[in-house]
């Protein structure tokens, strides 16, 4: 004989549970193990007969060979039934969801789960099977699931719990009926019970925690006092509600819990009860109500943590902007670090914050020059540090504003925004802006690459860096060599230019040093820096490392932090990178965003998820580096980059910039490559909005090598870009390849030599391939017409019918037959130089 129970006062998921249970050994006997509670008896007076629960009278235990327990494991909860428990010829399986406790019943077969009801356990394992429920059998069922649930809203409810409830529903479940037994009004008893609890109501601050114990008395039994304590909770507004209620001869404790800190269950095991952290209760024999609330708030006071503060969570130290600061500037601050707003401060004191709603309204009315103080709001709400998180979020909403500074004895120490809040509420939340790169191991600051610098750079060059250290540590400055220098030099090659960033003044610094090394010196009116011109034709971009915004730490104002933002303002990690100028420590590495490791892996990344936004332009770079080092684009900055190219950022570039950084890498040998990764990309529509990718791929595979293969026959083009141009064009109509041209601006003579390419090549290419003998001084005189720079298509397309060697002789006949007539005499003549 098999029998299926659960626990004494059985609520519904217990029934539910079993209901669910026989549907998995349907020959057992559903048996109650005593008194239900009073929901569960009002749905039994009508729906017993059609659950078939047996009479407990009638059930003989000596024939009992295997037990189902549903909803607990607790032998002290299952009445008359705890005497199978003990006998080895019955076999125990368990179904529940109740945390462990070292007196549970243990069983053959364990389906234990920490979900928000059992009876999601047993409709899971129905619908694995394939077994048909009716739409009776599906609305007891979801009973079960929405009250232990609390119709999914209780912390403890799971996605299976929701994904049980959506499948009952689909078997037909009732939610009419569902709602009128767990919707029921209160008994009159109950009603009374109510307000002596609320009367009775004692408010206390436990570690912290606002905590509310109520107790009262009733001279007899009645259950309810689940409903009764859930009910105090949304009367009273508070995460942590006891209620201590003195029936007949016993003590009964309920506890409820909405915070982590407090976890009930634990708290009321002191009293021999169970149950889950944020909902448990207990029942004491022999015991006051007085005595138990001493004994509960002695336990509160151990075993409740501390909340979360508003110190724990703050971004710290503050960014912040003056209230001269224009709105253009402060929304570049936003942009840069994803804020949605800012606090403005004037000599450490806050003095108002500004939105992005304030920026948004000064750009709506032309106003980005405008200073902050004009737009920001001056009534600010603040918070101190130790205030609990929950409070900082009941202000938020109270007062509807996206953040709060945190204020300690009248300074700014940090600020706490939405975001924060957020991510206590849900752990994997991410805010808009994210950082993506893994800060440096301390161990990878370590690596000195003196001698790496000493082997990479000209002797003149090196001993303008040592200068440069020397100097500045004397003038009590710091100087460094920074970005794509360093990044080239860690890879194995020489760089073409060096590039010093200055702690300070970098202009004086620079012009001691070319006073003392004898060298030429050009002052840039840019972030107040200057070239040093060196004789091996080397350049040193010498500049001054700013931070762009005002840092607080505790109200003090950071002022060794310029090298870290100016780092942070590279494109990439591997470009963030900088080496110790300074004589006691020349070549030390230094490393904030990992740049290191991701050059040891290949990867180009950005250093936060709003980059492109920021600087549009760096799509066009990640591709070029990648493509240049034979990196891979790393993961999530792909993902960012293919965003940004689908939602159009690249139309925020002004046309000549876009094609400044477009030139500069087609002017390398992998440019082929490079403007094949862009078509896949969905860049090439920017590059070449007039021509298709397809129809020109072919030829642009082999440009490189017809460019070197024209070099062999020395013939060197000074434009290789422009080759590339033609090149990715040449199926055009001619006001197309103009209005490209003037779309980036070319000059008037490089604007002809596109179109007469794209009019000229097709004719060129049939009379180089015309059959039998041809006039090689008719045909030189024709190529004439042609630009130099579309002799590389014009290679690609005669590979096919052999008629390369033809090529070469009528190049030959022209590059090498040269007129005595030079410019030179042309000048004289007075002919005006053309545009190039």
Request: aromatic letters at 8%; one cysteine or more; charged letters at 25%.
């Amino acid at each position: 004989m098999e029998v299926i129970t659960t626990h004494l006062l059985t609520d519904f998921d217990g029934l539910a549970a079993m209901v669910a249970a026989k549907k998995l050994y349907p020959g057992a006997s559903l048996v109650l193990p005593g008194k239900a509670s009073c929901a569960v008896e009002d749905f039994l007076a009508l729906h017993k007969d059609a659950l078939l629960i047996e009479d407990a009278k009638n059930i003989n235990l000596g024939r009992v060979r295997r037990l189902i327990l549903v909803d607990t494991r607790n032998p002290r909860r299952i009445g008359f039934l705890n005497a199978l428990v003990e006998r080895a010829d019955v076999e125990i399986h368990i179904y529940d969801h109740h945390p462990a406790h070292e007196d549970d019943v243990r069983g053959t077969l364990e389906v234990v789960e920490p979900i928000g009801a059992t009876t999601t356990l047993l409709v899971e394992r129905i619908r694995e099977a394939g077994i048909e429920l009716s739409p009776f059998e599906a609305t007891v069922l979801a009973l079960g699931i929405y009250e232990d649930t609390g119709s999914l809203l209780y912390p403890s409810t799971t996605c299976r719990d929701a994904a049980a409830a959506g499948f009952l529903l689909s078997c037909g479940a009732n939610l009419s009926v569902v709602a009128n037994f767990l919707e029921r009004p209160l008994a009159a008893e109950q009603q009374e019970l109510l307000k002596e609890l609320i009367l009775n109501a004692e408010r206390h601050l436990v570690n912290g925690l606002k905590v509310l114990v109520t107790w009262a008395r009733s001279e007899e039994f009645f259950d309810g006092l689940a409903i009764l304590t859930h009910k105090l909770v949304e009367i009273e507004q508070l995460d942590v509600v006891f209620t201590i209620v003195e029936m007949v001869d016993r003590v009964y404790v309920t506890g409820r819990s909405g915070l982590p800190e407090v976890d009930v269950r634990a708290v009321l095991q002191h009293f021999g009860g169970g149950g889950h952290p944020a909902a448990a209760a207990a029942v004491v024999k022999r015991v006051t109500v007085e005595q138990v609330k001493e004994r509960l708030l002695a336990r509160l006071s151990e075993s409740v943590r501390a909340p979360l503060t508003v110190a724990e969570i703050m971004s710290s130290p503050v960014k912040t902007v003056s209230p001269e600061t224009t709105i253009a500037e402060a929304g570049q601050v936003m942009l840069r670090y994803g804020h949605s707003g800012l606090p403005v401060v004037r000599e450490d004191q806050l003095v108002g914050i500004l939105s992005r709603r304030d920026i948004e309204k000064a750009q709506r009315h032309n106003l980005t020059h405008a200073p902050v103080k004009a737009f920001m709001s001056h009534q600010v709400v603040t918070v101190e540090p130790y205030l609990p998180v929950s409070d900082a979020q009941t202000l938020m909403i109270e007062h509807n504003i996206g953040r709060l500074p945190v204020v300690e004895g009248g300074r700014l120490v940090g600020i706490v925004s939405r975001t924060d809040i957020l991510r206590t509420l849900h752990p994997d939340f991410k805010p808009q802006f994210r950082l993506l790169y893994a800060p440096a191991s301390p161990s990878a600051g370590k690596r000195n690459v003196a001698a790496l610098l000493r082997a990479g750079v000209t002797a003149p060059a090196l001993s303008i860096l040592e200068r440069l250290g020397a100097r500045a540590r004397e003038s009590g400055r710091a100087a460094f060599l920074a970005g794509e220098t360093v990044r080239d030099l860690l890879l194995g090659f020489r760089p073409r230019e060096l590039k010093v960033v200055v702690e300070g003044d970098a202009a004086a610094l620079a012009a001691t040093v070319a006073t003392e090394a004898k060298l030429r010196l050009k002052q840039t009116a840019r972030q107040g820096g200057a070239v040093l011109l060196l004789a091996d034709g080397c350049r040193c971009y010498v500049r001054e490392a700013r931070p762009g915004f005002f840092e607080y730490a505790l109200g003090i104002q950071v002022n060794n932090r310029s090298l870290h933002q100016e780092l942070y303002r590279q494109d990439f990690t591997i470009d963030a990178l900088a080496v110790e100028l300074a004589p006691e420590r020349f070549g030390e590495v230094i490393d904030y965003f990992g740049g290191r490791e991701d050059l040891k892996f290949g990867l180009v990344r950005v250093l936060h998820n709003r980059s492109f936004a920021e600087e549009p332009l760096r799509v066009l770079r990640a591709v070029w580096l990648s493509e240049r080092f034979n990196f891979q684009i790393e993961r999530q900055t792909l993902k960012l980059l293919r965003e940004a190219v689908r939602d159009g950022l690249l139309e925020r570039v002004a046309p000549p910039d876009f094609w400044r950084v477009v030139r500069s890498c087609l002017e390398d040998e992998r440019a082929s490559r490079f403007l094949g990764r862009c078509a896949e990309l969905g860049i090439w529509p920017y590059i070449f909005p007039v021509a298709s990718h397809w129809e020109v791929e072919p030829v642009l595979t082999y440009l490189p090598q017809a460019l070197k293969t024209l070099e062999s026959w020395g013939i060197v083009l000074k434009s290789r870009w422009l080759a590339y141009f033609i090149t990715a064009v040449h199926w055009t109509n001619i006001p197309s390849a103009q209005a490209l041209c003037e779309r980036y601006r070319f000059g008037r003579h490089t604007t002809a030599k596109v179109v007469a390419a794209v009019s000229r090549w097709q004719e060129l290419l049939g009379k180089l391939t015309a059959r039998g003998q041809v006039d090689l001084v008719a045909l030189a005189k024709a190529m004439l017409d042609l630009p130099r720079e579309a002799y590389p298509l014009l290679y690609v397309l005669l590979s096919e019918e052999g008629y390369q060697e033809r090529f070469r002789e009528v190049l030959a006949a022209i590059w090498f037959n040269k007129p005595r007539l030079t410019g030179k005499d042309i000048k004289e003549m007075g002919a005006p130089p053309q545009e190039e």
